[in-house]
C-alpha cells in the first residue's frame, strides 16, 4: 500500500494477506481526501475497520492528531502496529478489538471523521452506520465504502447522517455522510 499525501506521501507499507482484506484503491483514497480536504490537522479520526490502516494512515499523513485503527484480526493488527513504528506515527493507536464491542465502548461525539470500510461478505454497514452516528460529532463526517449504494428507502442511514457525495469505482461504492448539525446521535 502507498500513502498518497501528506508527510509520508509514497511510503510503501506492507499489507498482509487475509479473509475479507481489501485496501482502499488509490483512486477512490485520492477523490476521499478531495472532498474531506488535504489538511486534516488537528481531527480527530477513527478507522473501525482497518484492515490495511490505508484510511487511517493517510488522515495520520494528512495531519490528523489522532487516529484510532480498530482490527479484529491479530495478525492483521500487529501489522498496523509494525507499520505504525516505521512511520514513527505517535498519534496513531492501534485497538485489537471487535469493532462493534470498541465502538460501543467508545464515548459519543468523539471524532470528526470516522471511516466505516467493513467486509463487503458481512451485512455490517447498516450496524455500522449507528455507531458512527453516535461517535462522530456534529458537523463531522463518516466515510462508507460499501458493494451497494446507500440510496432510497431501504439505505440503513440513521436520520442524524445525510449522504453529501458518493461515487463508484468499478464494484465499489463509496459515500460521504455528514452529521447534520441539532441533531443528537441516534
Known sequence: M???????????????????????????RETLFNWLGQDLTGLACLDLFAGSGALGFEAASR???????VEA??????QL????????????RVVQADAFAAAAQMPADSFDVVFLDPPFAEDWIGPALEHAARLTRPGGVVYVES????????????????????????????????????????
Open 147 to 186: 458493494d451497494k449504494a446507500l440510496v432510497g428507502a431501504d439505505a440503513p442511514v440513521p436520520a442524524s447522517l445525510e449522504v453529501v457525495r458518493q461515487a463508484r469505482a468499478g464494484a465499489v461504492h463509496f459515500h460521504l455522510l455528514q452529521r447534520r448539525e441539532g441533531h443528537g446521535a441516534d
Open 2 to 28: 502507498r500513502i498518497i499525501g501528506g508527510r509520508w506521501k509514497r511510503s510503501l507499507l506492507p499489507v498482509l494477506e487475509a479473509e475479507g482484506l481489501r485496501p482502499t484503491p488509490d483512486r477512490v
Open 73 to 78: 484480526n491479530p495478525r492483521v493488527a500487529k
Open 81 to 92: 502496529r509494525d507499520n505504525q513504528y516505521k512511520l514513527d506515527a505517535s498519534q496513531i
Open 63 to 69: 495531519g490528523a492528531a489522532t487516529v484510532t485503527l
